[in-house]
């Protein structure tokens, strides 16, 4: 009898549906401040919660803050920033977590003119559309960027305005985990950057 009374209870258990998950939502296409919070309730396929903000130049200076559900095989957390020649840069931090309203962080960056360099160089270029930009002179790299990226992909606005280039600078061992690590897409809020192909190694001192 207890015996039929823990297989029935397991199975019970096991046939309950899983409650959704409920996130903190908001967005700012503009800045990095929020009024508020809301709070909204993921569909069964976004498993995850997520803080993000992006900053980059890429198109033209833009930025934008975003809180709310995310599937969780897209959800990955870190920081993603590139900095390449003619001041192009590229920066996005995400935090992923799985608990109720766990993403009521607000994520920011400092002022571009307030970081600082790392001691190491790069080779660097930029170059718009799909053909490979060479690198005639090196870049000081900037805070965790550590390693030089060699890069080809686009990046998109609400898949709409896309942008293709190609560049070599400074990035951080996030961005360089990108393709490693099978994803060959990233992005947050209205932004989709796509990776074509990417390699990285480590950034020298900087000789004086």
Not at 180 to 190: A, D, E, F, L
Request: hydrophobic share 30%; net charge positive.
């Amino acid at each position: 009898m207890m015996k039929a009374l823990l297989s029935a209870s397991l199975l019970l258990v096991l046939l309950s549906p899983v409650l959704p998950l409920d996130c903190r939502y908001a967005y700012n296409g503009t800045g990095m401040t929020y009024n508020g919070y809301l709070k909204t309730t993921c569909d069964w396929k976004k498993q995850s919660c997520v803080a993000g903000v992006l900053r980059t130049n890429i198109m033209k200076p833009q930025v934008q803050l975003s809180n709310k559900c995310s599937p969780s095989s897209s959800c990955l957390s870190g920081h993603y920033s590139f900095t390449a020649a003619d001041d192009k840069f590229f920066e996005m931090k995400k935090y992923c977590c799985k608990t109720e309203l766990c993403n009521d962080a607000t994520l920011s960056f400092p002022d571009r003119n307030m970081l600082t360099e790392n001691g190491l160089q790069c080779p660097a270029c930029f170059s718009k559309g799909k053909e490979e930009c060479k690198s005639e002179k090196t870049i000081n790299c900037l805070e965790n960027e550590t390693q030089c990226v060699v890069f080809k992909g686009s990046l998109s606005r609400a898949l709409f305005e896309e942008h293709s280039f190609t560049f070599q600078g400074c990035g951080t061992t996030d961005f360089c985990a990108l393709r490693k690590n099978g994803r060959g897409v990233t992005g947050m809020g209205s932004f989709l950057l796509l990776v074509i192909q990417e390699s990285c190694y480590n950034a020298s001192r900087i000789s004086h």
